[in-house]
């Protein structure tokens, strides 16, 4: 029956336009003009158009985050082109790839910024999107700029800006399984001066996939979350803002099943002891920006706290073998004085000072089951308390001659790590071996860029850049061998090249990059030997070469059509962890071979009193082949998601349906091994829903 009401709700959603013909009305254009907008892009540390900049990037506005109901940073996959950042099972972790430069533990490889405030742990990044007014992603490492963990690339988000007048808004989402999201808004001036915007949120997820061992669901979820930005103007040349973000996740964890080499899916999750994770997220800054004559002066300082509770059966069976209580509290601060020519300057420049202070304590306890007597150990007990330090200087500049426009940046990166460790193994007999020291780790980079651009016609811009790309090293939080505590920095030398267009007048625009990476001693995860947790390994030499497309056109009015498309090829060209396991030639783990993300909106304005727009989203989106492990043995072959949208429009209100995943199509996510097992994570099934959205003034 379920299944029957669901074919009838994307029936109705694929003959609605159809229905609505029937009556009469006018189509007109609901701007002035059919062409594509220019796009400003802000991640250069100064306002700058998006098709100037010598560098794949891509924005994705707060109307396409309604028209794909992109909820989280994880809804980018797909979408983006070379973007992929799976689920994980919770928000514990969240593992980002772009270009095929990732890391599934540890320190991320791509930089996240939310209105300047950096969020240095990736414990962070899988987290509720409200209120948000765009989101850029960068492609490529952006270390002249932003240094640290932009190996890969930098996602910055901006949060909506209070504004001087007052409005307010309310929307809801009911969605099948019970699946519950609400959220509102209000803005108001303070005086003539002062203006302040509030948004909160709640989600509500009864989850999709089932423990068969206790028939509870392992993927429910409760957030709430909130936030309050302030914009103070005293004068006229000097603008204040302060953001407080505070976000409460709690949710059951974890569906992984057990992984089936023969048919590359995942089974059923079961396992016998509850398992759970719970966060408490609070985000808080302050921007400063002065005009000065013809520079700019900004001054950011924010503060992150991070607490987090994981309980985990980590032997994911039916046996009592073991549990994993992991308690976690991040503190981080950092600070950032930057100077940038004003907008119009012929000769643009930015030039800055950023440090930052990382403090990581983190408590976890191994209770061994009464089915692990073999072992001989009781429990496991370590305490882990890593505080890290980096400062930075950088400067860019981008000087014009002629039809030409060059490039170069370059940011001394210094940090130092620590890393105290005190450990407890408890053995059955009731003896303790106890393990602690204190160790350090220094760092110490170069980062340059040269990029150089041609314009040798009004919309059309040639760009070729190189620049090296870098992370730091550091301490696994899991290891069994003295050898295996720490793993050293990553390299590469980044080659990219790409044109971006406007034609027919600015109804078209297309956009294509091709880079080459040299990628030397990677930063590999693989589990410890005993199986018992994962680590971080250096691989010799790697490379990810590639290309990405982005097109979008608005052939007549009203009418948006796109195509998204990446392709990466990712490899270890010398990866030889011991004379049985030599891994040359192979891909590198969880980077798809392309992305493809194509569709179309629709949007027709009527001429009647009660209704004004119907807009109509109909989105495909493709994913190549994944492989899981460095072996290249297990594997998601490729699949498509179907998703589509209908929204109808009045004075004050918007409702309408969607759907995602409405081919049903079965697919896995995530996969690890543990144990000598592997286990993954069903992706998804097909999901349907109704939303009401109300605005006032």
């Not at 390299?491 to 044109?499: D, H, L, M, Q, R």
Request: aromatic content about 14%; hydrophobic content about 35%.
């Amino acid at each position: 029956m379920k299944r029957i009401k669901l074919y009838m709700i994307l029936f109705w959603i694929l003959i609605s336009p159809n229905i609505f013909s029937q009556k009469k009305f006018t189509i007109i254009d609901t701007t002035s003009t059919i062409q594509l907008k220019e796009v400003t892009i802000q991640a250069e540390k100064t306002d700058y158009k998006l098709q100037k900049v010598p560098a794949s990037a891509s924005v994705v506005t707060s109307v396409a985050m309604k028209e794909h109901r992109i909820e989280s940073l994880t809804d980018l996959t797909l979408r983006i082109p070379n973007f992929y950042m799976p689920e994980y099972g919770t928000r514990l972790t969240s593992p980002v790839y772009i270009r095929g430069i990732g890391s599934r533990i540890n320190s991320p490889s791509v930089g996240l910024y939310v209105d300047n405030i950096p969020y240095l742990d990736k414990g962070a990044f899988d987290f509720y999107l409200v209120g948000i007014r765009k989101i850029e992603v960068l492609r490529g490492p952006q270390g002249t700029l932003y240094g640290r963990n932009t190996m890969g690339g930098l996602i910055k988000i901006y949060t909506a800006d209070p504004e001087f007048y007052r409005e307010g808004g309310a929307s809801i989402d009911y969605g099948n399984n019970n699946n519950i999201r609400g959220s509102v808004f209000y803005n108001t001036p303070l005086g003539k001066s002062m203006s302040i915007r509030g948004d909160a949120a709640i989600l509500h997820e009864n989850g999709y996939i089932k423990n068969i061992y206790d028939n509870r669901s392992v993927d429910r979820m409760n957030t709430y979350a909130g936030r309050i930005k302030w914009k103070y103007v005293p004068v006229k040349n000097l603008q204040a803002d302060i953001t407080v973000d505070f976000e409460k996740n709690s949710q059951a964890g974890y569906p992984f099943g057990l992984y089936n080499d023969s048919t590359q899916q995942a089974g059923d999750v079961n396992y016998n002891q509850t398992s759970s994770y719970d966060r408490d997220l609070l985000s808080s800054g302050i921007n400063l920006k002065y005009l000065a004559g013809r520079m700019v002066v900004n001054f950011a300082a924010s503060y992150q706290w991070l607490n987090d509770k994981q309980k985990i059966d980590q032997d994911f069976t039916p046996l009592s073998l073991f549990f994993v209580t992991q308690n976690r509290m991040n503190n981080n601060l950092a600070q950032e004085l930057s100077f940038h020519s004003v907008e119009k300057s012929r000769i643009s420049w930015v030039a800055g000072i950023f440090s930052f202070q990382q403090f990581s304590d983190k408590h976890v306890i191994v209770d061994f089951g009464k089915d692990a007597a073999m072992f001989h150990v009781a429990d496991k007990n370590k305490k882990y308390n890593q505080p890290s330090y980096g400062t930075a200087l950088y400067g860019q500049i981008n000087i014009p001659f002629r039809k030409f426009n060059l490039t170069g940046g370059l940011r001394l990166d210094n940090e130092t790590s620590r890393l105290g460790y005190d450990y407890d193994l408890i053995l059955l007999s009731g003896d303790t071996i106890h393990t602690d020291f204190n160790h350090r780790m220094g760092f110490y980079q170069w980062l340059p860029k040269l990029a150089l651009s041609y314009q040798p016609i009004s919309g059309v811009n040639v760009y070729l850049s190189v620049q090296k790309g870098y992370k730091t090293g550091g301490f696994n939080s899991t290891f069994e061998r003295e050898e295996d505590e720490t793993y050293g920095p990553e390299y590469s030398i980044n080659y990219e090249t790409g044109v971006k267009t406007f034609f027919l007048q600015h109804h078209i625009e297309a956009n294509l990059s091709l880079f080459y990476i040299d990628w030397k001693n990677q930063q590999v995860y693989q589990p410890v030997p005993s199986g018992h947790g994962a680590m971080l390994k250096n691989a010799g030499h790697s490379m990810s070469k590639g290309a990405e497309a982005e097109i979008q056109t608005i052939p007549v009015k009203n009418l948006r059509l796109y195509a998204n498309f990446g392709y990466t090829d990712a490899r270890f060209l010398k990866y030889e962890k011991d004379s049985l396991h030599i891994y040359n030639g192979n891909y590198i783990p969880y980077v798809p071979r392309y992305t493809l993300n194509t569709g179309i909106n629709y949007s027709w304005t009527l001429h009647t009193s009660a209704l004004r727009k119907i807009i109509f989203n109909l989105d495909y989106m493709h994913i190549g082949k994944i492989f899981w492990n460095v072996s290249n043995l297990a594997y998601q072959k490729n699949y498509g998601l179907l998703n589509s949208r209908v929204t109808f429009s009045t004075k004050r209100m918007d409702f309408g349906v969607w759907g995602n995943n409405l081919m049903n199509t079965k697919y896995s996510v995530f996969y690890f091994e543990e144990l000598g097992h592997a286990f993954a994570q069903k992706g998804v099934p097909l999901q349907a829903g109704l939303f009401i959205t109300l605005m006032f003034r």
